[in-house]
Nanobody
Framework: VQLVESGGGLVQPGESLRLSCAAS????????MSWYRQAPGKEREWVAV????????NYAVSVKGRFTISRDNAKKMVYLQMNSLKPEDTAVYYC?????????WGQGTQVTVSS
């Protein structure tokens, strides 16, 4: 199983970024997909989740209304659209796939929000 994140970078406060996660080696449509993040000196925290096949979503309070998670089961992709970014959103963002006891992580992509 491989999860490969991309799309991170350096942006100014108020700007947007779209993260992508490409999955392989798993029956993607049967997995719940999440994004997590870890800021320097802090524990990894959950950001958003999207289930399958219903596509229902849920968000951490800190990102609700600014971030949108989506998935394309045909392409085995999950996305995180991040708008109105704040300096406190600076972190390494990780893609996560979960089905019962099967849990997989990507290597992460750095997002830095700074003026």
């Amino acid at each position: 199983v491989q999860l490969v994140e991309s799309g991170g970078g350096l942006v100014q406060p108020g700007e947007s970024l779209r993260l992508s996660c490409a999955a392989s080696g798993l029956t993607f449509s049967t997995y719940s997909m999440s994004w997590y993040r870890q800021a320097p000196g802090k524990e990894r925290e959950w950001v958003a989740v999207i289930s399958s096949p219903s596509g229902s979503t849920n968000y951490a309070v800190s990102v609700k209304g600014r971030f949108t998670i989506s998935r394309d089961n045909a392409k085995k992709m999950v996305y995180l659209q991040m708008n109105s970014l704040k300096p406190e959103d600076t972190a390494v963002y990780y893609c996560n796939a979960r089905r019962v006891t099967n849990v997989y992580w990507g290597q992460g992509t750095q997002v830095t929000v700074s003026s």
